[in-house]
């Protein structure tokens, strides 16, 4: 890189530290992160704490809660390298993430591809301000791994859409004002033809959600049920009929996301988990505990190498369309086991039913079954990857 | 640097593909084990190799190299690893490490240039036991007129059969001293081993043998670097042979056909090399960045290099042993390649330390456990 750019991106980095600084209170640093901890904004606010709420302001009035987003959508219009920078010095402070969404993750790079102009400034800025807290509506009881089998249903009333079904496994579907979906609209049409990308507005008697209770105690999925619910034509997201596009290139995100920064984070303290919980002698008399966690560690970092070579290919434009699927898979896998190994470190005192450790070794497993399961991912590397036959 | 390949990398690969395929085909290394030549090498192809600037070419340009570092010395030995290519090139870039990191000016611009050239097989001699320790070092150096004199023996020295000189670690009045012992020496002796990968390995033994020392006082970390290079050479092989491996098994499960099906329509074959794919993948990006943490001189660039060696280990050996089972009976016949691929990452996997090796070292050297 240039001698110029690179002093450009050390004076971006300066100026993004300063600000920090002075502009991140200390409440909202250091935060452990546990099930209280995030701010999913939304039409009713609940901010974790008055320091919390201060930081997400002062973020999203630079744009910073999606810095690489547009200007003109409400994001902070920087480029691939500026936005790295931010996101190391965010972590040098251990900042907390201003606010957490389903609309910045996932809805929103959907948008920013197949959105109409009308769609983007319509719903862009408000994701940005934290004004519109989305739920994501794909899985229903009758389609999981076979996603593609969904029967939620839209019925063409020609300016408006009647829905009629069910969802499940929705992110925070009883917390959410909108819910982006997957609706049968075209029931003529093949299998994955027939399929739209909705927008619905949850805040309507068609609409109601439930919480589901998980084996970690936590309420982060719902049902949802859709009895004539309206959704205008306008909220169709690309095509009618190709919403199956649109779910397909939205996974890719959520699983690069899950194996990332589910396989490579906390990596680091395990080590140090073993030594405070077990010691060094303890280890040394059972060597195949300890053995365990070296190769977590070992694993750990490969998964964060990975990620660094997924942003570089990224940059330079050569990264291969299964990095996704192959993230998802060996980190997600990855988390079940080091979290495993934590209880057994812990023993007996990590099996208290308020322990931190045992909230995430139970949160793990299901992330090798949300967004498209192992055995998905692995359908997806034998085919389009290998180009291994189809069973016939 | 970034962990993708730049445009020169790509054209080095490209172009290292091609000489190989043409003079180096996986067939010439099988003739060559079966044709009986003691010398387990091909002098013509060593010679080709060097006038194409791939034989160490991490010896710097001031050192009579090429400069190319590390990084295009690991594509070089990926590349190697496809068609297993019969040419000391692992012992040239050990050697001209371990050299590079100890001797003094003079002695560089002497040594170096002709390892480069192909003139000169200059094999390092590090090992003392037959499991991988570099710690344990017996062999002794005093000091004899002028030069050195070394006693002891050392094994598993790679492609040091006709050797034309070895670089000899050996214990200098208690701290590790490198030096250099000509092929003819009078006190040495050489003795070819003939191993299941057929590469050019031998066992040496030390009488009073006269030596030159490489520098001064400690060469603890000369020794360290060289095994920090052939650790990542031998991932970057062995990423090769998993690769070529797996490539002919994914292409067999295409074709052969049972119970009226291709095979690999069969999910449980298909998930197998899937998972194997999966794990290929992750391990690339490991090996590379071993090796950019060489050229970089990075912190942790001596585990990263443990780290790429013990994963390709492991994984070299899990994808040889699918590569076999999914060729079924074919796959264990000796006229079949994945054999020949089976052997040498067997053996690749061995040297300077396995995968029980690399954790043990990242358990109590890297992670504090």
Redesign the interface.
């Known amino acids: 890189m240039a001698a110029a750019a690179l002093q450009e991106l050390d004076s971006f980095r300066q100026d993004v530290r300063g600000w920090l600084e002075e502009n991140c209170p200390p409440g909202a640093r250091n935060i452990v992160r546990g099930l209280d901890t995030a701010f999913w904004g939304g039409r009713n606010p609940d901010y974790p704490s008055d320091d919390h709420k201060i930081w997400f302001e002062r973020m999203a009035a630079r744009g910073w809660t999606v810095p690489a987003w547009p200007k003109e959508y409400g994001g902070g219009g920087l480029d691939r390298m500026q936005a790295r920078i931010l996101k190391q010095e965010l972590a040098r402070i251990n900042a907390v993430e201003p606010l957490s969404s389903l609309g910045i993750m996932m809805l929103g790079p959907a948008l920013l591809k197949f959105g109409t102009e009308e769609q983007k400034l319509e719903h862009l800025p408000r994701i940005a301000r934290g004004e519109i807290r989305w739920a994501q509506g794909y899985s229903e009881p009758g389609a999981g791994s076979d996603l593609a089998s969904l029967q939620t249903k839209g019925e063409d009333k020609g300016d408006h859409f009647l829905v009629n079904g069910q969802k499940i496994w929705t992110t925070y579907g009883h917390k959410a004002d909108m819910i982006f979906a997957l609706v049968r609209t075209e029931p003529e049409a093949s299998k994955h033809q027939g399929i739209s990308f909705l927008l619905i507005d949850m805040d309507q008697p068609g609409v109601n959600a439930r919480p589901i209770k998980m084996i970690s105690g936590n309420e982060h999925f719902s049902e949802t049920f859709f009895d004539d619910a309206v959704v205008p034509m306008a909220n169709v997201v690309s095509e009618r009929g190709k919403g199956w596009d649109v779910a397909k290139y939205l996974l890719t995100f959520e699983r690069s996301m899950m194996g990332e920064s589910i396989g490579g984070g906390q990596g680091e303290s395990l080590a140090d988990q073993a030594l405070a919980l077990v010691g060094k002698d303890g280890l040394a008399r059972e060597p195949g505990l300890r053995r365990e966690v070296a190769e977590t560690m070992n694993e750990s970092w490969m998964i964060q190498i990975a990620a660094e070579r997924m942003f570089d290919q990224g940059k330079a434009g050569t990264l291969s369309p299964f990095t996704p699927s192959i993230l998802k898979l060996q980190g997600t896998e990855l988390a079940t086991r080091r979290t495993r190994v934590i209880m057994s470190l812990g023993g007996f005192d990590e099996l208290g039913a308020d322990t931190s450790s045992a909230y995430e070794w139970l949160q793990a497993p299901p992330n090798c079954i949300a967004g498209g399961s192992s055995e998905v991912q692995l359908n997806i590397i034998s085919k389009r990857a290998l180009e291994l036959p189809e069973h016939k | 640097m970034?962990?993708?390949l730049t445009e020169d990398e790509t054209m080095l690969v490209d172009s290292v593909r091609g000489l190989l395929d043409r003079e180096a085909p996986l067939s010439a290394f099988r003739a060559l084990r079966d044709s009986g030549e003691a010398l387990a090498y091909d002098a013509s192809l060593l010679a080709r190799l060097a006038d194409n600037g791939l034989v160490a070419p991490q010896v710097a340009e001031a050192d009579g190299g090429v400069g190319l570092g590390a990084a295009a010395a690991g594509l070089i030995m990926e590349q190697a690893g496809h068609v297993l290519a019969a040419a000391p090139l692992l012992s040239a870039a050990i050697s001209a490490t371990l050299i590079g990191g100890a001797a003094s000016q003079g002695q560089r611009a002497e040594l170096l240039g002709p390892i480069v050239r192909g003139e000169r097989v200059v094999a390092p001699a590090l090992d003392e036991v037959s499991r991988h320790d570099p710690d344990r070092l017996q062999t002794t150096a005093i000091k004899d007129g002028d030069g050195w004199s070394i006693s002891g023996a050392k094994t598993a020295v790679i492609d040091g059969f006709e050797a034309d000189a070895y670089v000899v670690s050996a214990d200098c009045e208690g701290s590790p001293g490198l030096f250099l012992v000509e092929g003819g020496a009078q006190g040495l002796s050489v003795e070819r081993v003939q191993t299941v990968d057929s590469r050019n390995y031998a066992r040496l033994e030390f009488a009073s043998t006269a030596a030159i020392r490489l520098g001064e006082g400690d060469a603890a970390k000369a020794i360290e670097a060289g095994l920090d290079m052939g650790r990542a050479l031998l991932a970057a092989e062995m990423l090769g042979i998993a690769d070529e491996a797996f490539d002919r098994t994914?292409a067999y499960?295409?074709e052969r056909k049972q119970f009226d099906?291709?095979i690999?329509?069969?999910?449980a074959?298909?998930?197998r090399?899937?998972?194997l794919?999966?794990?290929l993948?992750?391990?690339r990006?490991?090996v590379?960045?071993a090796l950019r943490a060489l050229d970089e001189g990075h912190q942790d660039a001596t585990w990263l290099a443990s780290?790429s060696k013990?994963?390709m280990t492991r994984l070299c050996r899990d994808v040889l042993i699918e590569a076999m089972q999914m060729h079924g009976g074919i796959g264990v016949t000796d006229e079949y390649d994945v054999g020949l691929f089976v052997k040498r990452g067997q053996a690749a996997g061995e040297l300077l330390g396995d995968d029980h090796f690399q954790?043990?070292r990242?358990?109590s050297g890297h992670?504090?456990?």
């Open positions: 970034a962990l993708v994914v499960l295409k099906r291709i690999g329509s069969f999910q074959l298909q998930h090399a899937a998972r794919y999966a794990r993948d992750l391990a990006g490991v590379l960045k780290l013990g994963v954790t043990e990242l358990a992670w504090g456990l």
